[in-house]
Every structure is written in structure tokens, then in C-alpha cells.
Nanobody, 122 residues
Framework: QVQLVESGGGLVQAGGSLRLSCAAS????????MGWFRQAPGKEREFVAA????????SYADSVKGRFTISRDNAKNTVHLQMNSLKPEDTAVYYC???????????????WGQGTQVTVSS
């Protein structure tokens, strides 16, 4: 079992940057593929980015490609989401998630954090 805790959210102006972190418990972190998702009010949870166990493969939603970067540090049991050139439409609660497989659908992920709020003002 994996417990996930996100941090790093906050309020930022459009064009600014934030770096989200997700700390994982347990000794099997490097056996999980990790993903970031977000959910805005009244909308479904959507895929943002994913990274495989070793960190050598990454995927991004088209809406964030070129602006967001996912990375992981298996020695520290952490995964990060660097968000640059933020837009008001990036405003959402951001969640990290863990899965045995490499997926982009929320339903395929087994473990979730509690989320961290990101608000981008115009």
C-alpha cells in the first residue's frame, strides 16, 4: 500500500510558476508508475502527466505539454510537477496517484493523495 501527500499548491498570477511535490510512503515507491491529475469545480478529474517507474518515460496532456514537467526521485520517494507559464484555466485541485501499470485514465490508478489547490489569477 502507498500513501501519498501533495504539497506546493497556492495562488499565482498568470504566467507564473509553481512546483508541486508528492511524497510517498512505503518501500515500494519505485514499483509504481505515477501520475498527476486535476479537477476543476464542476468538471471531471482529468489527466495531466504521468511518469514510469524509472522516470525514463513521461506523458502529458496536450493542454500542458511544453509548460509542465513531471519528474521523480526514487531515492526520496517523491514525484514533482513543475508548472510554468500558468494560465487561469490551470486552476484546479491537483492530485498525485500511483498505479502498477502505466495509464492516463484516473480509474486505472490505485492510490491517491488528498490534493492540493492551485489557483491562477488573471
Amino acid at each position: 500500500q502507498v500513501q501519498l501527500v501533495e504539497s506546493g499548491g497556492g495562488l499565482v498570477q498568470a504566467g507564473g510558476s509553481l512546483r508541486l511535490s508528492c511524497a510517498a510512503s512505503g518501500r515500494t515507491f519505485n514499483s509504481y508508475n505515477m501520475g498527476w491529475f486535476r479537477q476543476a469545480p464542476g468538471k471531471e478529474r482529468e489527466f495531466v502527466a504521468a511518469i514510469n517507474r524509472s522516470g525514463g518515460v513521461t506523458s502529458y496532456a496536450d493542454s500542458v505539454k511544453g509548460r509542465f514537467t513531471i519528474s521523480r526521485d526514487n531515492a526520496k520517494n517523491t514525484v514533482h510537477l513543475q508548472m510554468n507559464s500558468l494560465k487561469p484555466e490551470d486552476t484546479a485541485v491537483y492530485y498525485c496517484a500511483a498505479a502498477r501499470g502505466y495509464y492516463q485514465r484516473a480509474n486505472d490508478y490505485d492510490y491517491w493523495g488528498q490534493g492540493t489547490q492551485v489557483t491562477v489569477s488573471s
